[in-house]
């Protein structure tokens, strides 16, 4: 997979059965959160986010701001699918989540990290707030 | 250059509604009613139009300016005087102008991708200078002192109304549509579409959209911030691009002003450029700017 692969969980590295089956899920939308919300997610965001509001889907570099692909900030947390009440939920989270796709379908970019371990913290947080929030990596 | 004052024509262009602010806002508040536009007529029929050197100077230029006149243009340089109706100035890309009004009373300055044109540049016998502008499109601030002279006003059209002060500092926003933001710093503008009008006091701002009355006045935003809610490829070459910005703002996007919906919002579709990158910038309506880099994932 050229630029674009699962990092999230070893297991994809580790177990090819599983990426196969992420990557057949994602690219029909049939994993929960890409059609609907799961009723948890209402009350979404009642606690506070990890990592003390570094999650950003944006930089600052002289007078411009970048949106987007962040090439210094290569760990994505992702929820896949492209709802429009999935990313008005998202959004209360962090309020600068966007549509975006890859090669395996759309999904809502929630932040960009340096670090794994970071991305990793964040894609937890939100799969307690009842999204199917995973870590991909986009160099 | 002479020029002759055109006042009539105007008011056969402009109605009543327009008649009203150039008589100050105490004299409507003490006339009101149905009598004002008779009264207006009567009253500026008695001020004879006088011939008066008028111009507004070209102080400063970056990039390319086109100085205007008809369906020509040339290019515009340090010094220029636009003296006439119907001469202007345009601002290319990346560009900018500051244009002085004559007796120094104040200072337009032009963004980029703007037109400018002269309507009226008048005196009256009292010795008020009429200085009536037009813009097209694009971005402009405009900084005068308190005017001394009662009879003295500067006005700006739109394609979407008309926006009258009296020594302040304010800048209007021209969308492709023609709807206008406009927005005041310091002392007061009189904001007027489809026949109604609204006074901006300091830190406030309204909208315009051709053919409706002004927006009531709210609270100066200023606000340059873009949100981005969709920024993928869609069919293999395009680029699905949806956002949000202040609508008084102007969205351009790799140099191409975009027409916003009335909300602020934009749902384009582009080709993807080679480089996976766009260049959108929002300017405010007093000038603010912002750059962002929308780099397609």
């Known amino acids: 997979m050229a630029n674009f692969f699962w990092i999230e969980l070893a297991t994809v590295l580790w177990r090819p059965a599983a990426l196969a089956a992420v990557a057949a899920a994602f690219a029909v939308g049939s994993l929960t959160v890409a059609g609907t919300l799961p009723a948890s997610a209402q009350a979404a965001c009642g606690d506070a986010p990890p990592l003390d509001g570094s999650i950003q889907n944006s930089v600052v570099e002289g007078d411009v701001i970048v949106l987007g692909s962040l090439s210094e900030r290569p760990y994505v947390v992702a929820v896949p699918g492209e709802a429009e009440t999935v990313l008005e939920a998202l959004r209360l989270c962090v309020g600068d989540a966007f549509v975006t796709s890859a090669r395996l379908g759309p999904f809502l970019q929630a932040g960009t990290f340096t670090s794994h371990a970071d991305a990793k913290a964040v894609a937890q947080w939100l799969r307690s707030q009842g999204f199917d929030a995973r870590v991909i990596y986009r160099p | 250059m002479k020029n002759r004052a055109v006042r009539k024509t105007k008011l056969a262009r402009f109605g009543p509604a327009i008649l009203s602010l150039q008589l100050g806002r105490r004299a409507v508040l003490a006339l009101g009613g149905l009598g004002l536009a008779a009264w207006a007529e009567r009253v500026i029929a008695q001020t004879l139009p006088v011939r008066v050197d008028r111009w507004l100077e070209v102080r400063s230029l970056a990039g390319t300016v086109q100085f205007t006149r008809q369906s020509s243009a040339q290019p515009a340089r340090v010094g220029y005087r636009l003296q006439s109706v119907g001469e202007g100035l345009r601002t290319g890309h990346q560009s900018q102008a500051v244009l002085a009004l004559d007796t120094e009373v104040g200072f337009v300055s032009l963004a980029s991708n703007t037109d400018l044109r002269i309507e009226n540049l008048s005196a009256t016998a009292s010795g008020g200078r009429i200085t009536y502008l037009r813009i097209l499109r694009g971005q402009a601030r405009l900084q005068t002192r308190p005017f001394t002279n009662p009879d003295t006003r500067l006005d700006v059209e739109t394609p979407a109304g008309v926006a009258s002060i009296r020594g302040t500092v304010y800048g209007l926003t021209v969308q492709p549509d023609g709807r206008t933001g406009i927005a005041t710093l310091e002392g007061v503008v009189v904001a007027t579409g489809a026949g109604q009008s609204v006074t901006l006091n300091p830190d406030f701002q ?23 809610r969709s920024l993928r490829v869609v069919g293999g070459n395009q680029v699905e691009l949806v956002g949000r910005v202040d609508p008084l703002n102007i969205l351009m996007i790799d140099d191409q002003v975009q027409t916003l919906e009335r909300t602020g919002q934009f749902r384009l579709q582009l080709p993807l450029p080679a480089d996976r990158q766009f260049i959108a910038i929002v300017t405010t309506p007093l000038g603010n700017q912002q750059i962002y880099a929308l780099r397609v994932p």
């Open chain 2, 206 to 228: 309204t909208l315009i959209v051709p053919g409706q009355a002004p927006t009531p006045p709210s609270p100066i935003t200023n606000d340059v911030s873009l949100d981005l």
